[in-house]
Nanobody, 124 residues
């Protein structure tokens, strides 16, 4: 069982930046992938970005390419970050961290563990 805790959300003005963190604890898998998804009010959860266990492979949703960067801590690979720049009001959502024991995927069903989420609000 893997436990995930997200942090770093908050209120930011359009054009601003935030960095989300996700710490995984519990059982460790030698091969895994971690990802960020988000869910806005009245909408389904959608994929944002994912990173492989080595950090060498990343994938992004088209809506965030060039603005968001996902990465793993270089020392402690159980920590994943999401650097969000040039934020837009449409980025407002609860952001969830997911953990997969297999490979990078855009599908939420591939992630068996989830955190409680952190709220990101982009508004002037």
């Amino acid at each position: 069982q893997v436990q995930l805790v997200e942090s770093g959300g908050g209120l930011v003005q359009p054009g601003g930046s935030l960095r989300l963190s996700c710490v995984a604890s519990g059982r460790a898998y030698s091969s895994n992938a971690m990802a960020w998804f988000r869910q806005a009010p009245g909408k389904e959860r959608e994929f944002v970005a994912a990173v492989s266990w080595s950090g060498g492979s990343t994938v992004y949703a088209d809506a965030v390419k060039g603005r968001f960067t996902i990465s793993r801590d270089r020392v402690r690979d159980n920590i994943v970050f999401l650097q969000m720049n040039t934020l837009k009001p449409e980025d407002t959502a609860v952001y969830y961290c997911g953990y997969s024991t297999t490979y990078v995927s855009l599908e939420s069903a591939n992630y068996g563990s989830w955190g409680q989420g952190t709220q990101v609000t982009v508004s002037s």
